[in-house]
């Protein structure tokens, strides 16, 4: 089956612009994560979703960054006012229903570059 | 989430046996071990997980020492595909998944 999809692939923009970053997970996953992975280093949590709800934000950097997922289905991961240390991968990554013994599945990522 | 402890960089000659070691010796009784690759400008990818025993499955073997402090992931027949950065996770009782530096291997002819 189709696995968890991410667009765009790329976004580029400049310093104090918004973005939106958007995750497709596996169809019928109640769990959804957030990642971010800078160069040469290995994926940081943002933000777990247990359903429509934000189980864990712990990793959010700042309140510039914030996440939703209103219909327990798609994510959107929002950025304000952006900042050149921003630029990372961000990775999306669903499991079934949560907890240290579900899997979890990861998307291609979207590489945003803030100019 | 226990803290685990991996070799930088590994080598392996195409068809010969990868065999990846992680420490863990933080690990707690319920922490689950998992595996993932990340093969260049691709999300981390699924390898394994096991928890005391032995696992196995078409990718991938993972042994577990009794102790349960550390582990090894064994590739039968390394490709050149399987060229990779390796991460060894413990889990927690939390659902996050936190990635350390791994292991970069790399298959060669």
């Known amino acids: 089956g189709a696995g968890v999809s991410q667009t765009p692939s790329n976004k580029v923009t400049e310093k104090g612009k918004y973005v939106e970053l958007r995750c497709d997970p596996i169809?019928?996953?109640?769990?959804l994560y957030w990642y971010r992975q800078s160069l040469g280093q290995g994926p940081e949590f943002l933000i777990y979703f247990q359903g429509t709800g934000a189980a864990d934000d712990s990793g959010l950097p700042n309140d510039r960054f914030f996440a939703v997922r209103p219909e327990g289905s798609v994510s959107t991961l929002k950025i304000q006012r952006t900042e050149r240390g921003d630029s990372a991968v961000y990775l999306c990554?669903?499991?079934?229903?949560?907890?240290?013994?579900?899997?979890?599945?990861f998307g291609p990522g979207t590489r945003l570059t803030v100019l | 989430d226990a803290k685990t402890t991996q070799p930088t960089s590994m080598d392996c000659a195409e068809g010969r046996a990868a065999n990846l070691p992680c420490n863990h010796s933080?690990?707690?009784?319920?922490?689950?071990v998992y595996w993932y690759r990340q093969i260049h400008s691709q999300g981390p990818q699924y390898i394994i997980h096991g928890l005391k025993n032995n696992e196995t499955n078409e990718m991938a073997s993972l042994i577990i020492t009794e102790d349960r402090k550390s582990s090894t992931l064994i590739l039968p027949h390394a490709t050149l595909r399987d060229t990779a950065v390796y991460y060894c996770i413990g889990t927690g009782t939390a659902s996050k998944l936190t990635f350390g530096t791994g292991t970069r291997l790399q298959v060669t002819l």
């Open positions: 933080t690990i707690s009784g319920n922490e689950y």
């Open positions: 990554a669903s499991s079934e229903t949560g907890g240290q013994k579900d899997t979890q599945y």
């Open positions: 169809s019928g996953h109640t769990a």
